[in-house]
């Protein structure tokens, strides 16, 4: 049984007069946040902000990186070159950095976004093409993807940390994949109901996937949406629920 665990939420995605979650309440709640670079989604502004609160709420920062899809939210698939690819990563993990910088805080992992995070759990290209990117830069950040994904083997042999991650509202499938948002009941809304499947996946290390069968999962890290309907009350419960059954919330990563 797990002692502990890690909750992580994506923020900093407003971009101007458009408000997306609500950072400050989450960072209440979280222990790490992935926290946007500008190319999916976040202003420099905006980011800035989140990142001081992250600070003071001592909560660890991850540069949340994406394909370049402003308009598409980093949801739609690209088909990048390799070189290209690497250089968007250096590039959005070295703006995170001057901006935690400036916030007194720093930049510890990468958690690539949407599109570019599914694209790489299986695509051998792209996700050496993301690897270096991370390495060339600072080979002491870990990498965040989903667990039991390809990547996690192609980053650990490439000499990263990495941290195998769950997400608390979605549906699995019996081979332990997250169940397509094509789907019905791909995306889980109880908040009960979500934060009882996390108390099983801490405790007996894995979820009943969808079609009803134990699915074993190893996570370090749960990731909770900070931009979905009723995130923060998930979020809540989902926190609540955990600590209540012993388990410490906290990052993968100690200050």
Known sequence: MIKAIDLNSDLGESFGQWKMGNDAEMLGIVSSANVACGFHAGDPVGILQTLKSAKENQVVIGAHVSYPDLVGFGRRNMDIASHELTADVIYQIGALQGLALAAGTSVRYVKPHGALYNTIANDERQALAVIEGILVIDPNLALVGLAGSNI??????KGLKTIAEAFADRAYTAAGELVSRREAGAVLHDANLVAQRMLQLVTKGGVDSIDGKFTPIKADSICVHGDSPGA??????VKKVLQQAGITIQSFIHA
Do not use: N, P, S, V
């Open 152 to 157: 996690l083997r192609l980053a650990q042999e």
């Open 232 to 237: 923060l009350d998930m979020a809540k419960q």
